[in-house]
């Protein structure tokens, strides 16, 4: 696992996505942090210099990007700490605490197929832009805000990109048989499926794994506090086929042990 560094960054953009009037979505630019390799899949805890004690814990965000011009995260409006984080102002001062966590595996000659519900497209920004044959690679996503709150361009550039809105319930059937279709067709060629959304995205996505025999992974994002395996906020539980003896059936945190796991070794609750 590569070193983490605690920094502190510059804001040096924030780009909006969409047309609305108040955008949900957005790239948060910040300057070069002293790391620049990473392994898409990892993340990054950002608190901003301004936050007092009403936000006492940083927030977890993939890394789109890292290397000499920036560190980009893409954000999604949840709560209160991302609304705050809409707010940011070239200039100001974030904490960063990265890179965290493990990464998704990339093997060059395998087929594979990125699965991303919503905001999960965000590790596979750079996970597209870093592949070493793009032309293995293929994503399915599924959204439900229009297609242009999302980073697809740069996507769109580098691999085969397919997407699905949900704007009806009927949407959601369509998309679950997509995906089942996708699934199947990996599995048929030996190949790898990668995952990042929502838990009922990633619940559907591990019971068609199981269904399919596709070798899949899953970015899970739980609620986390210190991102570095002290505070048990972000716990999982594995399974029999977890790898390390003695430990099938245990809590493992999600920070430190993910939040990447294979399919078949979490259970999702
Ligand atoms: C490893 C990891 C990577 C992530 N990457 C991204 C990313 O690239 N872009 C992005 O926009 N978001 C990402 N998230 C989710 C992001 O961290 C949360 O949306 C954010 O912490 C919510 O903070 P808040 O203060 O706005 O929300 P809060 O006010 O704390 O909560 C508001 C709502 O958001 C929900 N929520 C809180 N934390 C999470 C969470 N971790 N996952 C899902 N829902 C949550 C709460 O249940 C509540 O409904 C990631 C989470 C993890 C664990
Ligand atoms: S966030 Fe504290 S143990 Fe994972």
């Known amino acids: 696992m590569l070193a983490s560094h605690f920094v502190e960054l510059t804001v040096l953009d924030l780009i909006p996505f969409g047309r609305e009037s108040t955008p949900q979505t957005f790239a948060l630019h910040l300057s070069p942090p002293p790391w620049k390799n990473y392994t898409p899949g990892q993340f990054v805890m950002l608190r901003p210099a301004s936050w007092g004690s009403e936000f006492p814990w940083a927030r977890p965000f993939s890394i789109s990007r890292a290397g000499e011009i920036d560190l980009v995260c893409f954000i999604q409006?949840?709560?209160?700490?991302?609304?705050?984080?809409?707010?940011?102002?070239?200039?100001?001062?974030?904490?960063?605490?990265?890179p965290l966590g493990n990464g998704f595996v990339v093997e060059a000659d395998s087929p594979t197929l990125l699965l991303a519900g919503g905001v999960g497209i965000a590790p596979f920004i750079g996970y597209a832009q870093k592949h070493p044959k793009p032309r293995n690679v293929s994503m399915l996503f599924g959204h439900r805000a229009p297609l242009d709150c999302y980073p697809v361009d740069s996507m769109n550039e580098r691999i085969e990109l397919n997407s699905m809105q949900e704007n009806e319930p009927a949407d959601l059937d369509r998309f679950i048989a997509a995906l089942r279709a996708r699934m199947e067709e990996y599995a048929g060629k030996s190949g790898l499926a990668l995952a990042c959304?929502?838990?009922?995205?990633?619940?559907?996505?591990?019971?068609?794994?199981?269904?399919?025999?596709?070798r899949t992974q899953l970015s899970l994002e739980s609620r986390m506090a210190c991102g570095v395996g002290a505070c048990l906020g972000c716990v999982a539980t594995t399974t029999d086929a977890w790898p390390v003896p003695g430990k099938t059936h245990w809590p493992v945190q999600t920070c430190n042990h993910g939040p990447v796991f294979w399919a078949n070794h979490v259970l999702l609750d």
């Not at 409006?77 to 990265?98: E, M, N, P, S």
């Not at 959304?197 to 596709?214: D, H, I, N, S």
């Open 77 to 98: 409006v949840a709560g209160r700490g991302t609304a705050r984080l809409a707010g940011l102002k070239a200039g100001d001062a974030v904490h960063v605490w990265g």
């Open 197 to 214: 959304g929502p838990l009922a995205f990633l619940r559907t996505v591990q019971q068609l794994a199981a269904q399919t025999g596709l």
